[in-house]
């Protein structure tokens, strides 16, 4: 089975800043939220979990995770998507104006500037992990958690479930929130 989960809260995403891939921790609620969420799923299986390199993934990872013996394996192609110029930027759904708008408005018809990482290098690096690790993995009956972020999660989950570009945010993972994605994928 494959399964997915955003990390824990954090000042920015308080703030409503565009994060990517600065390096923000999880603040206490992220913390709370993550040791929640492993009261909550204490009970659903993992073999192995694979991560952001980013601390607020890697922290919601080990707390999720603590005492299980389950192995969190970091790989580079789960960094959440970068976002160029604009990260740091807070209310970017606020302003038309900036490129990075349409990647939240108009996400099929969105072009990388600043830059930024365009949707085509995002699904890229993503689908890469999914066919060299967890398809593998999957294969020999494993239970895989990954845990990311919201667009790069947003990324698996659409080529997973076969959701276009056009719907990519109709997907949006809460913070903390464990999706099953199912027992294979395309």
Known sequence: MLY??????????NEFRLQGRTDIPLNEEGRRMAMDAAKKYASVHFDVCYCSPLSRARETAEILLSGRGVPIITDDRLVEMC????E?????????????????????NYVAEGGAESLDELFSRTGDFLETVVRKDMEKGKDVLIVGHGAMNNSIISRVRGIPRKDFWTIAIPNCELIELGASFR
């Open 4 to 13: 997915i989960m955003r990390h824990g809260k954090t000042d920015w995403n």
């Open 83 to 86: 976002f160029g110029d604009f």
């Open 88 to 108: 740091g930027r807070k209310d970017c759904f606020k302003h038309p104006e900036w490129a990075i708008y349409k990647f939240f408005n108009d996400t099929e």
